[in-house]
């Protein structure tokens, strides 16, 4: 750094700045002092240590510059004192030649910085640039330190106040990588019914409910331990045995290398609601139900044979691999496969001998009245209702009715109703028919596979038909 360099940034480092001076030369005192002021707003001076530790005493100064003999109190006395004040006090000593002798106490006593007299001015900006930087520099890192302090007080501050926030609302738990729980809070001791010490000790398996699969926890773990937050509904079993419902979310914690070291698990109590939403959906699946055999009651069918469909349709759909949601919007809308039939008049639906080809066209009519009846619903459940109602005649092949789709642009609702409504029909009495043997039924089912039904309806049927009997036989008319 050039020396004009040197005399900016030092201007800029002792803003602020406050210099106590003492020399008991006069002439070397005021030339010196007057150097010094060039870069320092304020600068104290004194002819002794007695008057410079008054000065010291009286006022807060981030640099002191002294001679060593003086009168009254020379300058390693007063140094002396003033590091009893302020351990951490920056100094410089003037010395002459003959002061030698008291440079190794002065180091003993912390002072780093020396010059010998007579001083030249470039020697004194270059020593006084050298300790202001360092004044400056530690100023800063105090000033960054304390600011940090600060901000960790504030943030952990409101972190104490978040987790009050989160342990009154919530129920969290902390979760180690061997899957054990190290902490749960207050909610969880009273949702699960579980004291702190039993669920740290006994781990999460006293809280798996039987309906939870081992496959829902591996997939899990798998997510998490892939350091993706996990987000789904866990049904959990109480202390008492009762179970409980919460919304979960799962986090992995990592630390500053990216690697998991625990997993916080925040979660909300939804039993009720979710109780609710099943009373609303049972209560939903009972209507279609009472509203399919009021249909079936004009065509002097029974009521047993909307709860088989629904029954042999919910088979299927599981079979079939459908998610839960499907499931059950399938099993509470079979019942409405035939609801269009309401539109057909009695001497067609009643007849009890075949058909003719005018009678038959308006008994297929029933299709699309069915769904012209439910499709203006925003319900999922009345949309699927229409849709089974709408496609349940179609056929694989394209030989069905009313607008002779094929194959998969037949919705599944569709094609699972059709084989479930089939086999019922088949296998029950009618107005117009016998009930067929079983070993017939099969038969047809088997002739229409990829014709009449989805083949791998057919399959699935045929894999676990001893299931669909038992229901034939629980369900019987």
């Known amino acids: 750094m050039i020396f004009k360099e040197?005399?900016?940034?030092?201007?800029?480092?002792?803003?602020?700045?406050?210099?106590?001076?003492?020399?008991?030369?006069?002439?070397?005192?005021?030339?010196?002092?007057?150097?010094?002021?060039?870069?320092?707003?304020?600068?104290?001076?004194?002819?002794?240590?007695?008057?410079?530790?008054?000065?010291?005493?009286?006022?807060?100064?981030?640099?002191?510059?002294?001679?060593?003999?003086?009168?009254?109190?020379?300058?390693v006395a007063m140094i002396k004192n003033i590091k009893k004040l302020n351990s951490e006090q920056s100094i410089i000593v003037t010395s002459a030649c003959e002061d030698t002798k008291h440079l190794l106490e002065l180091i003993n006593l912390g002072v780093a910085h020396f010059l010998l007299k007579p001083t030249k001015t470039e020697q004194m900006i270059h020593v006084l640039y050298e300790v202001v930087q360092n004044i400056y520099n530690a100023r800063k890192v105090q000033e960054f330190t304390l600011s940090l302090k600060q901000e960790l007080v504030h943030q952990t501050t409101l972190l104490e106040q978040y987790k009050e926030v989160v342990d009154i609302s919530m129920i969290v738990t902390k979760t180690n990588l061997q899957g054990h729980i190290t902490y749960a809070n207050e909610a969880f001791c009273k949702t699960s019914g579980y004291s702190n010490d039993e669920i740290i000790m006994k781990g999460h398996n006293l809280l798996r409910h039987p309906e939870m699969s081992s496959e829902f926890y591996e997939n899990l773990w798998n997510v998490i331990l892939g350091k993706q937050t996990w987000h789904g509904t866990i049904k959990n079993l109480k202390k008492d045995g009762n179970h409980y419902i919460t919304d979960t979310t799962i986090k992995p914690i990592l630390d500053e290398f990216g690697e998991i070291i625990d997993f916080i698990s925040i979660s909300y109590d939804i039993t009720e609601l979710f109780d609710l939403n099943e009373e609303i959906w049972q209560t939903?699946?009972?209507?279609?139900?009472?509203?399919?055999?009021?249909?079936e009651t004009r065509s002097e069918e029974t009521g047993n044979h909307v709860r088989r469909v629904a029954k042999y349709s919910k088979l299927l759909a599981?079979?079939?691999?459908?998610?839960?949601?499907?499931?059950?919007?399938?099993?509470?809308?079979?019942?409405?496969?035939?609801?269009?039939?309401?539109?057909?008049?009695?001497?067609?639906?009643?007849?009890?001998?075949?058909?003719?080809?005018?009678?038959?066209?308006?008994?297929?009519?029933?299709?699309?009245?069915?769904?012209?009846?439910?499709?203006?619903?925003?319900?999922?459940?009345?949309?699927?209702?229409?849709?089974i109602a709408h496609e349940h005649h179609e056929k694989w092949d394209g030989s069905g009715y009313p607008r002779a789709i094929v194959g998969e642009e037949i919705h599944v609702y569709g094609r699972i109703t059709a084989l479930a409504d089939v086999f019922d029909a088949l296998s029950c009495e009618r107005v117009y028919k016998?009930?067929?043997?079983?070993?017939?039924?099969?038969?047809?089912?088997?002739?229409?596979?990829?014709?009449?039904?989805?083949?791998?309806?057919?399959?699935?049927?045929?894999?676990?038909?001893?299931?669909?009997?038992?229901?034939?036989?629980?369900?019987?008319?």
Do not use: C
């Open 284 to 295: 939903q699946h009972e209507m279609l139900s009472l509203l399919g055999e009021v249909g």
């Open 434 to 477: 016998r009930a067929w043997p079983m070993e017939n039924i099969v038969d047809f089912i088997i002739e229409g596979r990829a014709k009449h039904f989805d083949p791998n309806l057919v399959d699935l049927f045929m894999e676990n038909i001893s299931q669909f009997i038992a229901i034939a036989d629980k369900f019987k008319d």
């Open 6 to 75: 040197t005399l900016a940034q030092l201007t800029f480092y002792t803003k602020g700045m406050r210099v106590l001076y003492v020399e008991d030369e006069i002439l070397i005192r005021e030339n010196t002092a007057s150097l010094i002021s060039r870069f320092f707003s304020h600068v104290e001076t004194a002819s002794n240590g007695k008057e410079g530790l008054k000065l010291y005493q009286d006022g807060l100064f981030d640099l002191v510059i002294t001679d060593i003999l003086m009168p009254e109190m020379n300058g």
């Open 318 to 387: 599981e079979l079939y691999g459908l998610e839960d949601e499907q499931i059950k919007l399938v099993y509470s809308a079979s019942p409405m496969h035939d609801i269009g039939k309401i539109g057909i008049p009695d001497r067609i639906l009643l007849k009890p001998a075949k058909l003719e080809p005018e009678e038959y066209h308006i008994m297929k009519t029933h299709s699309t009245i069915g769904y012209d009846i439910l499709k203006n619903s925003k319900r999922p459940l009345l949309q699927a209702a229409a849709i």
